[in-house]
């Protein structure tokens, strides 16, 4: 069984209900840093489903907490790149990410004098919250990022063309990092029930097609001059390099970040056309608390700046109808 | 294909890497509130996955923020109750649910003083943050909340066996509130891949094996005394109520708590062996942001309160040994 095409995905899957509401969003956004002259990445991020049932109770799910995404946005922030945040719904979300569970609610103190009440966080935990605070102010207040939201592998789709659409007039000042971690396999909307699967009627088979590769209409048609990373998670070793590179023959875009599942968090490869890299993080940057993420996102910056540079002076204008256009 | 029996899954699972620590805290926390005669509710929350490989990218997860047991886990407390949380990793906490995302960072203000930095809640938050903030200083400063999680099915079904040997002491003191979204099938773990199925090899067939039913065992032969409460989520309303009487008629437990996964935030159906009680919130209670799950625990406590009062005399004293078995 092949996977059908990407067209036929979009006719046969409709778009989600508030998808009009956040197409709206991202073109407000993008128009407005490109007027100002911003570059913008997409960063993807979180795993998406994919239902079972119509009424959603089972579904295949993608591993992924939604780290490399929600770190990377950080460092994409301080490089000065407004940032698309596009993460699945519930899953980690810059500056949030370092507060999960009840390390919020731990460093507050309460002062009780009835109507007078105040509230106030810890002294020794100013120190670990006022520069994250201070940032994510600061990315606020500036319009900098803009969260948009998916579930299903059919929402993560339709916002990502979405998304395009709107960078395409940004030309080679976008960038795109696919970190999501999308579904190869899915049920066709026809063949999903619409009830609640009984678990009286025996255990069920499920028959997964595959997902057509988006990057294909994405680095071809969508955005054509814009600087692709997409990411490769693996858990057999021998696999990583080789698929990275396969991978960037047959979609042509710029960069493939690999990395095993077992160490996600201190080794990444970096792998473009002409060069592997590879980022490792010493035991001491690991119990230190460093994010290898910024130093993924310093290497990007540096390999997106000279991008920059082979399209052209007129880059700063933006523009995908004068850049060169990727070869097929 | 039938279900293997519950004794074959323990056989073949084997208990996960941190369960010592958490049967440890288990005893622990059931020891000191059996010794001070406090009640003892178990609640479940959030869903089980079931893993398609062995290094995890893949698994088939069930529907479940976790609302149901972390909003009724606020209320356990208020009437008294100490409650082991039993939840999946990541789903919503008693608590800190009321603040997701970003909604507790645009709370805080901070003074920029150097060394002398402050961060203060704004005092329009204070009002809304207080009485949660005291709510939840005081369950932790009297021990009276013990958080447990697990991810996989077979992780909630350890712990959960765990618990139970740890509760069965309380008798009819305990109650169970299983209000996780339990998988109904699974991949047995010598048909699961080791590493990630590769969608070059086209898409994948999975066979799932029906979980054998745990509410037998725990009844039976766990907690026989103890007030056990099952949920049981549908989709199709004319399954709802046979549903739940057949289940209360097959494992002779106390309570199902019904729910359409459409209406599940304002109407729930409880059914036990002698009645059906609806709970529904009116729109302005929705509109005013309260829980149903006030209700359902009030209604708990009241039945629980009969179930002891017919328990006998000694049902302060606990012990599963003197308590009327559960008829089969």
Not at 8 to 22: R, Y
Not at 168 to 195: E, I, W
Not at 298 to 311: D, F, K, M, S
Request: charged share 20%.
């Amino acid at each position: 069984m092949t996977s059908g095409s990407w067209e036929e995905f979009f006719a046969i899957h409709l778009p989600p209900p508030d998808f009009e509401d956040n197409r709206s969003l991202l073109k407000e956004f993008c128009e407005r840093h490109e007027h100002y002259g911003n570059k913008i990445v997409l960063v993807t991020s979180g795993g998406t489903t994919v239902p079972l049932e119509h009424n959603t109770v089972r579904f295949v799910d993608n591993f992924s907490a939604g780290t490399r995404g929600s770190a990377s946005t950080e460092y994409f922030l301080e490089h000065g790149y407004a940032v698309i945040f596009m993460h699945r719904q519930k899953s980690l979300e810059p500056f949030t990410r370092h507060f999960t569970g009840q390390k919020l609610l731990d460093m507050l103190d309460i002062q009780e004098r009835g109507p007078n009440t105040t509230i106030t966080v810890k002294p020794d935990s100013v120190d670990v919250l006022a520069p994250i605070l201070l940032r994510y102010k600061a990315a606020h207040a500036a319009g900098a990022i803009l969260h948009v939201s998916f579930t299903t592998v059919s929402e993560y789709f339709w916002l990502l063309r979405a998304a395009c659409e709107c960078l395409a007039n940004l030309g080679p000042r976008a960038v795109l990092y696919l970190a999501a971690a999308v579904s190869d396999f899915y049920v066709p909307k026809d063949c999903v029930p619409t009830h609640k699967i009984q678990s009286e009627s025996g255990p069920p088979i499920i028959q997964l097609h595959l997902v057509p590769k988006m990057l294909a209409p994405l680095v071809n048609l969508w955005v054509p001059t814009a600087y692709v990373v997409s990411f490769k998670l693996e858990t057999d070793e021998n696999l990583l390099v080789p698929k990275a590179r396969a991978a960037l023959e047959k979609y042509k875009h710029k960069m493939v970040v690999g990395n095993m599942l077992q160490t996600r968090h201190h080794r990444v490869i970096m792998v473009t056309p002409d060069a592997t890299q590879e980022i490792i993080l010493t035991r001491e940057e690991v119990h230190a608390g460093v994010d290898i993420e910024s130093s993924i996102v310093l290497e990007i910056v540096r390999a997106h700046a000279e991008h920059l540079r082979g399209a052209g002076a007129g880059a700063a204008a933006g523009g995908a109808d004068w850049a060169p256009r990727e070869p097929r």
